[in-house]
């Protein structure tokens, strides 16, 4: 194993390094927060695949193959679907409206007072998000070094806050692209050719398994139909997401590098179903199904190869938990605490003290994030919680505001307010795992929408063109833009 640890070592010593690189970098508020809207298709891609297909699409996508065969790839395939669609319908308009929160757009579209309540809402969205991925550090790091739970969680998160609190998105984006490359090669150049060859190849899998295995919806027509109004619709949505499409150099990097992300998601999600097959094949009595991966690694990996796999898994955790860090930060600080101190006005986005600012809140939520990560012991439930929020609560005002010109801010308060209950109300009832909440809840946001907005005063048309404005990449000062304006050349630089 000494090799493999060795693997290990540097690559965490080369998240730090590059946490050092990024501070260097990291100047400005548009800096540190998006990396000064400058990336470029490949990086652009990377980075995004990076940061969708984390711990739950690794080992979690590898254990549903152990359980259900290949229809296990429909969660991880799930979330392709939202980035491809997030890619394809909405990333050009949203990188042209150069924010930095979810909340913010809410803001332009409606003429503010719908920020404080989706800052929260998001807040505690990418606060369970981080939690959970740092969770993820324990069951690796207990593969690796045979730690116990509590210091592996320390070790992986006080890494992944170091570098993040460092150089910002800077430091994430490079971070992110090493990990990208290291997922690439560990899991599908490597883990996926091993497994299905030691499992006696695709005719030796389908001779030692069910049928049941082999049928692409084996898994349910409800599971998989959660999946998607859940992980799809989640993927449209979230900051942490978002936040990476506002780094986008101009609208087509976003819209077509996007698009290379989510096709990649799609095939990274076959893969982790057929690893997951291929283990159950060989190891047909594992406790657990998310013990899947860590042990095919562990026992049919040569030395080397499993310390690479390996710091593939890692990678997968730490863009996770290092982006949805970034996300909860930035509402926190941007969203909800510069509201509440009356600090509405804009500051210079050269100012350094922005850079501090964010930093310190990096650096706020991540000691919060380990402390919730040691303490919680149900991660499923907290995150189940999170999702049903983020999509009861702020999907329908946000499509809305994005598709739905009679959208009202009296609307979206309502579809917040009320899809957020009713999930709250609703989990409590039905459990929270069950999938009643996200369904009905959906449907109460989208009903609270439409008849409050249509009983309300249309938003005022000065707002109107001013997103407008913004939509299309124009600076408002110019002028109104006209209904349907795209954005010229000169003003997809960003």
Not at 159 to 174: D, P, Q, R
Not at 190 to 214: H, Q
Not at 308 to 323: D, K, Q, R
Not at 332 to 337: E, L, S
Request: net charge positive.
């Amino acid at each position: 194993m000494a090799v493999d640890y060795t693997v290990i070592v540097l690559y965490l010593a080369g998240m730090l390094a590059m946490g050092w690189w990024g501070m260097r970098r990291a100047r400005s508020k548009s800096e540190f927060l998006v990396a000064g809207r400058r990336l470029g298709p490949w990086m652009y891609s990377g980075t995004m695949a990076a940061i969708v297909l984390g711990g739950a699409s690794t080992i979690g996508g590898v254990g549903l193959g152990y359980k259900y065969g290949l229809s296990g790839a429909w969660m991880v395939f799930a979330i392709g679907l939202g980035l491809l669609a997030l890619s394809v319908f909405f990333s050009a308009r949203i990188a042209r409206l150069k924010v930095y929160t979810v909340s913010e757009m809410l803001d332009l579209r409606y003429g503010g007072r719908a920020g404080v309540i989706s800052g929260v809402v998001m807040w505690a969205y990418t606060l369970m998000l981080a939690v959970t991925s740092t969770i993820a550090y324990a069951t690796i790091f207990d593969v690796l070094f045979d730690l116990p739970r509590t210091l592996a969680i320390v070790l992986g998160g006080t890494i992944v806050v170091a570098y993040s609190t460092l150089g910002g998105m800077w430091s994430i984006t490079i971070t992110d692209m090493v990990q990208f490359v290291v997922k690439t090669i560990g899991v599908l150049l490597l883990l996926l050719p091993i497994a299905v060859i030691k499992a006696g190849g695709f005719s030796g899998m389908r001779d030692a398994l069910p049928t049941s295995y082999f049928e692409p919806l084996g898994i349910g027509g409800e599971t998989i139909f959660t999946y998607v109004l859940i992980y799809t619709f989640g993927m449209l949505i979230g900051q942490d997401i978002w936040q990476r499409v506002f780094t986008a150099r101009t609208d087509k990097v976003a819209k077509w590098g996007g698009t290379v992300a989510g096709t990649y998601c799609l095939a990274y999600a076959l893969a982790g179903a057929v690893i997951g097959t291929a283990a159950k094949v060989m190891y047909p009595t594992l406790p657990s199904a998310d013990d899947a991966f860590a042990t095919i690694v562990k026992d049919e990996l040569p030395m080397g190869v499993r310390g690479l796999v390996l710091a593939a898994a890692l990678a997968a955790v730490m863009s996770t938990s290092s982006g949805a860090l970034i996300a909860c930060a930035t509402v926190a600080n941007n969203d909800i605490w510069s509201r509440l101190r009356g600090a509405v006005a804009r500051k210079d986005e050269n100012d350094h003290d922005e850079v501090k600012g964010n930093r310190l809140f990096i650096l706020i939520m991540g000691f919060a994030v380990i402390l919730i990560a040691i303490a919680l012991n149900d991660v499923v439930q907290a995150l189940t919680v999170a999702y049903n929020l983020l999509v009861g609560g702020l999907l329908v005002p946000i499509l809305g505001g994005l598709l739905w010109r009679r959208g009202t801010v009296q609307g979206a308060l309502a579809a917040v307010t009320v899809g957020g209950l009713a999930v709250i109300g609703l989990m409590w009832t039905y459990g929270i795992l069950a999938n009643e909440p996200v369904y009905y809840g959906l449907l109460a946001s989208l009903a609270a929408y439409v008849i409050v907005s249509l009983t309300t005063r249309p938003t005022d048309a000065t707002v109107l063109a001013n997103w407008r404005a913004r939509l299309a990449g124009q600076d408002p000062a110019e002028g109104p833009a006209p209904e349907g304006a795209e954005a010229t050349p000169a003003t997809l630089t960003g």
